[in-house]
Every structure is written in C-alpha cells, then in structure tokens.
C-alpha cells in the first residue's frame, strides 16, 4: 500500500490562479522521470499545462502546440533541451518512428507527450502519467502515476 502512495498522487485545480502551485506539485513529484504522459480530452488543459511546466523549468522559447509539426523543441535558460509532442494527427505508429521517436525518449531530455494512446506501443517503460479530467464544475482533477 505505501509503494503505491510513493507512485501516484491526486491533485485538484479549481481555476487558472491554481495552476502554478499545482504545477510545482507536479514537478517535485516527477523527479527523475523526464518522459511525461499528458492524457485528458481535449480542451482538458494539456497544452496550458505543459506551457506553465515550461515556464517554471525556465523555457527561454516560445511555448504552443506542436499539432502541426508533431514535436517542438524548446530550450531552458541553463542550456537544457525540451521535447513537446502532439501525436494527435499522426495516422500511424511508423510516423511516430520516423521522426526517431525511440532517439528523444532515451535522449536525457524531458519529453513532453499529448495524445499518447497513438504512440501506446514505443513509450518507455519509465514514464510518469499526468490524467486531467474535467469535472461538472469544471474543476480540474489531476491523477499523476510514476511508471516503472
């Protein structure tokens, strides 16, 4: 029972003025995973999620949605590399791979995934899940679940 304590966590954000604590949460709690699930529907926060996760890991570029080019590659203020993925448009895996997918997830570097059911077969074993669902309230309610 205390393991899985140590590998998931719930969080809740109730609104936008939430979000930055709720971020430093989430980044304390990953430490050591660099490959981060973002899961939820759309219009769940992913992308806004990801871009306050940037913010505080000191991104020096431009944070947006990679829907079109697949991946976005920012860069932190100490010179360190950020990998964002949206894989919602890919019509198959091998699209996945031909971008080397298999070279940013054992690159060192954090690697940032929405829409990961379209890549499920090649993430890593190693991966922290962040679920975001939306509640009647329009609460957001934020599983995180370390995978080994």
């Known amino acids: 029972m205390a393991e899985s304590a140590l590998h998931s966590k719930k969080l809740v954000c109730e609104g936008l003025e939430e ?85 940013y997830f054992y690159s060192g570097n954090f690697c940032f995934i929405e829409w990961p059911s379209k890549i499920a077969g090649f993430l890593p074993n190693k991966h922290l899940v962040i679920h975001i669902e939306v509640d009647k309230y329009k609460k957001r309610i934020i599983d995180l679940i370390k995978h080994d």
Request: hydrophobic share 45%; with cysteine.
């Open 19 to 103: 979000l930055h604590n709720i971020v430093a949460e989430i980044i304390s709690f990953a430490h050591g995973y660099l490959v981060w699930i973002f899961d939820g529907e759309m219009g769940a926060g992913k992308t806004t999620m990801i871009r306050v996760i940037c913010e505080q890991l000191e991104v020096v570029d431009h944070v947006h949605s990679p829907t079109f080019s697949i991946v976005n590659e920012y860069h932190t203020r100490d010179s360190k590399i950020i990998n964002h993925f949206d894989f919602f448009r890919i019509e198959n895996e091998q699209e996945a791979l031909a971008i080397g997918l298999a070279d």
